[in-house]
């Protein structure tokens, strides 16, 4: 028998929480963000990978939001609880960061920090220097070698056939972006669970095939960028792995 890739609607990603689910209508589509925090406060921004969702920052939502921001995490187009129409013709970059600018500026704000995760720190590098009066700061969150290697060869035919593939796919990049003290944990398989149910969402893996060969572009952006420790914790997804680390790693990078 085949393992065909069962496909989820938007809700199974629609968690409960110290936030607030909302839909962005902005550029022709409905984009999602979970959100925290006075909306008379700065704008903070989180952009999720390539592998990822708005998820992948539920339990630091709320805990920025104390730091004084307005804080929403983003389902970028394709993922999660937002709109995936059929991919546009154009480079994925620039539709994306138009995306970010029009989610801002939905929300009400003239400026934003922007932290990215993988792929999201080259949209937000993007967005940043399309739109330099909109995108205030933006922070990366560092990149292992392997991983941008590893989803930049993203089978999407092979995604879209089979299950156990997906599972393989998505498990190794996983590992790939977070410790080896993080694995086998809870919040490990956790994390691996939410990752499988947003890729089985409907429509949903031809655009994560696209955003996901941008990771070597985002591996060689760090490259350049220095070996600086980063500020937000251990690991590679510290909002993931250990959401305290990266709270306090926001607070001494932005305040």
Request: glycine fraction near 10%.
């Amino acid at each position: 028998m085949g393992h065909t890739v069962r496909r989820n609607p938007p809700s199974v990603v629609e968690l409960e929480g110290d936030f607030t689910h909302r839909m962005l209508h902005t550029r022709g589509i409905r984009l999602h963000v979970a959100e925290a925090g006075d909306p008379s406060n700065p704008l903070l921004l989180l952009v999720h990978g390539a592998l990822g969702g708005w998820f992948d920052f539920k339990d630091v939502i709320a805990p920025l939001a104390e730091l004084g921001y307005h804080v929403a995490a983003l389902d970028l187009r394709g993922y999660g609880m937002s709109d995936k129409p059929a991919p546009r013709a154009g480079d994925v970059t620039h539709i994306l960061a138009g995306d970010i600018a029009g989610a801002v500026r939905t929300m009400g704000h003239r400026e934003a920090r922007i932290i990215g995760a993988d792929t999201g720190a080259v949209l937000a590098d993007a967005a940043q220097l399309r739109y330099p009066d909109l995108v205030r700061s933006v922070a990366a969150l560092p990149l292992s070698r392997g991983a941008a290697a590893a989803a930049g060869r993203l089978p999407s035919r092979a995604l879209r056939a089979s299950g156990r593939v997906l599972d393989a796919v998505l498990r190794a990049n996983l590992r790939a972006d977070t410790t080896d003290a993080f694995h086998g944990t809870e919040r490990f398989e956790e994390a691996l669970r939410l990752r499988s149910q947003a890729a089985r969402i409907d429509h949903a893996l031809p655009h994560i095939a696209a955003v996901s060969r941008l990771r070597p572009l985002r591996w060689r952006g760090a490259r350049t960028a220095g070996a600086h420790p980063s500020p937000f914790g251990p690991g590679r997804l510290p909002q993931v792995e250990d959401p305290a680390a990266f709270v306090g790693g926001v607070e001494k990078q932005l305040l």
